[in-house]
């Protein structure tokens, strides 16, 4: 008996209809901007952990530059590699539920847009933040997170020990070659390294470097001291990553890199950041360093809508 011409029509349709939907389901399993599966403001139901708040903040720059949501997806990835670790993170400068969020935190991380907008700086928000700072809570502070106005000076200095001044710092892209790195529990299993990144210099530190360990330093090149006072040192070995030993026992970071998303990519620059963001949070970095393990084709997940990928 022959097949009539509606059957087969009829299979056929279904059969493209399948594959197209099999299609669509593995296109938004690989869209880069599907930011969805990120977990946030999840928080432990184990108080044993040791809880971290990754704050991102909002969309900014080009493609592939101020990647926060996705830097701090793939550093929240990472600190689960540490067994006791518990990463929370929260998107767009502030957690939605800030007091469940930085509740029982050990360290805090900012990752995001600064300046005279930075969320930090909200009235509210720096009230939070001294409550954190006076219970001794670490905290950290990634590439632009770093800048806030000179009017803010005192607060800072004493919670982060320095930071991006505007009109005295400076903030070339260049390639800088980390040599040498102090015996810290931050650098440990880190490697000597070059990268290029938008590295700021010049920090405005507290008096006399108190508390202050200079964790990552290079020599940029002459023509990138582009303010006045950053002109008067000209070879000047500069300082762009610093830990801070708060007057209080608590433990600062400041990381002037971050800008170039793909710069995760290298191994002993997110394991010099994930170091960091554990001893802020006082857990015991690894000999050897903290394990950061990364599938290269992660730096392709969960980007903010602002460009083609490639």
């Known amino acids: 008996m022959k097949t009539k011409p509606f059957v087969w029509?009829?299979?056929?349709v279904a059969l493209f209809a399948g594959m197209a939907g099999v299609a669509l389901a593995a296109l938004a399993d690989n869209d880069p901007y599907d930011q969805s599966g990120v977990p946030l403001e999840k928080?432990?139901?184990?108080?044993?952990l040791t809880k971290i708040v990754l704050v991102a903040g909002h969309a900014s720059h080009g493609r592939r530059e101020h990647e926060f949501f996705a830097g701090s997806a793939l550093l929240m990835k990472m600190l689960q590699e540490t067994p006791g670790v518990y990463p929370v993170m929260a998107r767009d400068g502030w957690p939605k539920n800030p007091e469940e969020t930085f509740k029982d935190a050990k360290a805090v991380v900012f990752y995001m847009d600064g300046g005279g907008n930075h969320p930090i700086l909200a009235p509210t928000h720096m009230e939070e933040l001294k409550k954190l700072m006076d219970a001794k809570v670490g905290f950290v502070n990634l590439h632009y997170a770093v800048e806030y106005p000179k009017k803010y000076a005192d607060p800072i200095l004493s919670?982060?020990?320095?930071?991006?001044?505007?009109?005295?710092?400076t903030n070339p892209t260049w390639t800088a070659e980390i040599k040498s790195r102090p015996d810290h529990p931050i650098t440990r299993g880190v490697k000597p390294f070059t990268i290029k990144d938008e590295w700021y210099y010049n920090i405005r530190f507290a008096s006399d470097m108190k508390g202050v360990t200079p964790i990552l330093q290079a020599t940029p090149p002459d023509n990138t001291r582009g303010t006045a006072d950053?002109?008067?040192?000209?070879?000047?070995?500069?300082?762009?990553?610093?830990?801070?030993?708060?007057?209080?026992g608590g433990r600062s970071f400041g990381f002037t890199g971050g800008h170039f998303h793909d710069n995760w990519g290298d191994e002993n620059f997110r394991r010099l950041v994930v170091n960091a963001i554990l001893w802020s949070a006082n857990v015991d970095v690894p000999k050897e360093g903290a394990k950061v393990e990364l599938d290269k084709a992660e730096l392709d997940k969960n980007l903010d809508r602002k460009g083609k990928l490639k």
């Open 43 to 48: 928080q432990p139901t184990d108080p044993s």
């Open 9 to 12: 029509r009829t299979a056929l």
């Open 159 to 169: 919670w982060l020990g320095g930071y991006y001044e505007t009109d005295f710092s």
């Open 230 to 248: 950053a002109k008067t040192h000209p070879g000047r070995e500069e300082v762009l990553a610093w830990a801070f030993d708060r007057a209080n």
